[in-house]
């Protein structure tokens, strides 16, 4: 624990402008970002009588290690750069809502030729409406089944479209009349795009027009006696209604309004929203956070508006936007608001009418949710509490281990070895911090050796980051500087600065690079209170012994022994026992086959990419769109090992050049076995494993066995 006095800024050194500052802990993580009108009044009460702060204010200053701010020159950008290093660096202090759910939207594609209306869920993509978000997606599917009578908008996937196009027959949403079918030219693209406009603007809430019209048609139609006509206009008609039904008005005039409100106690919050378009509501969404600061309802109400309208831009944000309490101040928001719509924006309490009447429903889901989720936290809260606090007593630790990595190694009979590293704090999963490897420092299968590897690498980067901030002490230096030059010549290993290490985008970065001093979270610089490996007395004793010859010591270490579920100690000839009904035993079972999971979906996606390969790969300057055409052209790599030169330069875009290096890697390539149904025993000679990469499943060839989950470790 920190005394706040030691990083307090010394008098004068705060400027008295508007700013936005954050809080960093010892390892120089961000815990806390903030914003303030005057950076020298709003800091200079974090550092006050300890007695006075809120608890939860206390904790964070007594957390961090320094504090440092950035001046702004108004309080809107302000606003913005607090939202904005918020997303950034995840700060563990800051207001955070977490929703429970990914709600479904009603998007409509119209960056597209044809335009396709279908269930979206996730970041939202340029070029497409949304509509929403809905409770259900059956909800949408519902609404979206009525409104194709009337607006016939492809709903396909791309892949059915196509096929479709190719045969020349519609799908039969085409021919039941649900479907305008643009993929055998019934509509032009024009007259299809005119179609998912008028589609966009009825869910928009410009109804009247289209019932009106209709009605027209209907009434013309039953004077030149086509009844026929005049009953399927009837029928589009009760079809719109029905529709429009499923959402009633609730405020008049067609109003366009956000209403929020917010329930809370003294440790959560609740924020509910409904979204009012057309002056019906269109959807629904909540959250729930931790009151980790102390913070006014306001200030709720503030984060909440950064959360939700953070990424949208024009009719995204409405003209209104109803709250129970307004921000402190209020200009700088809806002068932000005002920004991202584009025309104005009003911030307000109701105070009478519908709108009031309405903001009390809200506020009555809103104390529901808070109710809901309490019941489901409460024991979710004391259930990681208490298996924390099992784990701390059984592995004789000093307090509860907050932060645990778990690794894993992979490989299927020796080939193909990585690893893996899950993160969990707190007893959750932090996937953010997932980290996966690659063993090159050997061949071969050795699941000792290849942990004894990975902790190396983990904890090397570690103390290179530690070395890097000056946290290291001159012996320390020493020491380790020592233990990193045994590692890297220990077993004919790799360098490190010749090991690719990946994370969990896939994206590569060199073993020893550090992004600049910008207090994210990210890689190998926060230490775990404990370490656990998936395996028995020997991965753990590899593991003890690269944290050893680092100087690490620390950082505890433990092993689960997937046989009979027993925790092993370093040095400990007897392992540790939890009972079977144990939550500690329970969470060091999750944060293992977690690891396990991560692992193996790892190795299998490099099994995979390995099984695809093609000698065509070999040839310098052949991109993938070439390869294809090669393939297609000639049908497998079999047939094109046998082309001329002369007939491979007749492949579009292939020169003499290319054709003869093609030529000569597949002249110098073995041809690889041929591939065999494992259920019949035929030999399927035309194709080679490999020649295409649109299948999805990988192919088996002669001489490799079937895949056995056992032989996946």
Same mark, same amino acid.
């Given at each position: ?232 206009? %009837?029928?589009?008609?009760? @079809? =719109?209604?029905?529709?429009?039904? #499923?959402? /009633?008005?609730? *405020?008049?005039?067609?109003?366009? !309004? ?105 506020? %009555?889901?809103?104390?529901? @949710? =808070?109710?809901?989720?309490?019941? #489901?936290? /409460?024991?979710? *809260?004391?259930?990681?509490?208490? !298996? ?111 090991? =690719? ?6 994206? /590569? ?120 055409? =090669? ?83």
């Amino acid at each position: 624990m920190a005394d706040p006095s030691s990083y307090r800024p010394k008098p004068g050194q705060i400027p008295d402008s508007p700013g936005v500052y954050k809080f960093r802990d010892e390892h120089r993580r961000v815990i806390y970002v903030g914003k303030a009108k005057s950076l020298r009044q709003r800091l200079a009460s974090y550092f006050q009588d300890l007695a006075g702060l809120h608890p939860r204010t206390r904790t964070m200053v007594t957390t961090a290690a320094s504090v440092e701010w950035t001046v702004v020159s108004t309080e809107v950008e302000a606003l913005q750069l607090e939202y904005s290093w918020i997303k950034e660096y995840d700060p563990r202090f800051n207001v955070k809502y977490r929703d429970d759910k990914s709600y479904p939207y009603l998007a409509v594609t119209m960056n597209e030729e044809f335009p396709r209306v279908q269930v979206m869920r996730g970041h939202k993509r340029k070029g497409v409406r949304y509509f929403g978000p809905y409770g259900h997606a059956w909800a949408i599917r519902d609404t979206v089944d009525l409104l194709l009578r009337v607006f016939p908008v492809r709903t396909c996937s791309a892949g059915v479209f196509k096929n479709a196009a190719r045969t020349g027959r519609p799908c039969l949403l085409g021919y039941i009349g649900k479907c305008s079918a643009p993929c055998v030219g019934r509509v032009s693209a024009e007259e299809h795009g005119e179609l998912a406009e008028e589609f966009c603007d009825f869910m928009a809430g410009r109804t009247g027009t289209y019932i009106r019209r209709l009605e027209k048609q209907m009434t013309d139609a039953a004077e030149e006696m086509e009844y026929e006509r005049a009953a399927r206009l %009837r029928d589009d008609i009760e @079809a =719109l209604k029905k529709a429009m039904e #499923k959402s /009633a008005v609730v *405020l008049a005039d067609a109003t366009d !309004a956000d209403l929020m409100a917010v329930a809370e106690d003294e440790l959560e919050a609740a924020v509910q929203i409904f979204h009012v378009r057309g002056g019906r509501v269109r959807g629904q969404r909540g959250w729930v956070t931790d009151k980790v600061e102390a913070v006014t309802t306001g200030d709720l109400v503030e984060h909440a508006l950064q959360q939700l309208y953070g990424e949208e831009t024009g009719d995204s944000v409405p003209k209104e936007v109803l709250v129970p309490a307004l921000p402190d101040p209020v200009e700088p928001v809806q002068e932000w608001l005002t920004e991202r719509r584009g025309s104005n924006v009003s911030l307000r309490i109701p105070q009478r009418g519908d709108k009031k009447a309405l903001m009390e429903t809200v506020q %009555r889901n809103a104390l529901q @949710a =808070l109710g809901l989720h309490k019941t #489901k936290r /409460a024991s979710d *809260l004391t259930t990681r509490s208490r !298996a924390l606090e099992e784990i701390a007593g059984a592995l004789d630790l000093d307090s509860a281990p907050l932060r645990i990595e778990c690794y894993d190694i992979s490989h299927l009979q020796g080939d193909d070895v990585v690893a893996s590293m899950v993160v969990f704090e707190d007893g959750l999963q932090r996937k953010s911090e997932y980290r996966r490897f690659q063993i090159k420092g050997f061949e071969g299968q050795d699941d000792v050796r290849s942990m004894h590897e990975v902790i190396t690498r983990r904890f090397r980067r570690y103390l290179a980051e530690k070395e890097r901030t000056g946290e290291w002490t001159d012996g320390e230096n020493a020491s380790t500087e020592g233990a990193s030059a045994e590692g890297a010549t220990q077993g004919n290993a790799t360098p490190e600065s010749a090991i =690719l290490e990946s994370d969990t985008t896939g994206n /590569a970065f060199a073993g020893n690079a550090f992004t600049e001093d910008d207090g994210r979270p990210k890689r190998f610089a926060y230490p775990p209170q404990l370490v656990v490996v998936d395996g028995g007395q020997p991965q753990v004793a590899a593991a003890k012994k690269a944290l050893d010859e680092l100087g690490i010591d620390d950082i505890a270490v433990c092993g689960l022994a997937k046989r009979l579920e027993e925790v092993w100690l370093p040095d400990e000839d007897d392992p540790v026992v939890l009972p079977r009904t144990s939550e500690g035993l329970y969470l060091l079972q999750r944060v293992r086959d977690e690891a396990h999971r991560f692992a193996i979906t790892y190795q299998r996606t490099k099994r995979a990419k390995r099984f695809r390969a093609s000698p065509l790969d070999e040839v310098a300057g052949l991109g993938e769109t070439r390869k294809q055409a =090669l393939i297609k052209h000639f049908g497998s790599v079999k047939k094109l090992r046998s082309a001329t030169i002369d007939q491979i330069c007749e492949v579009p875009g292939i020169g003499r050049k290319t054709a003869a290096a093609v030529a000569v890697a597949l002249a110098q390539a073995a041809p690889a076995a041929p591939a065999v149904n494992t259920a019949t025993g035929e030999i399927m000679e035309d194709e080679e494993p490999g020649t295409t990469t649109d299948s999805p499943e990988e192919p088996v060839s002669a001489g490799a066995s079937h895949e056995r989950r056992g032989q996946e470790t």
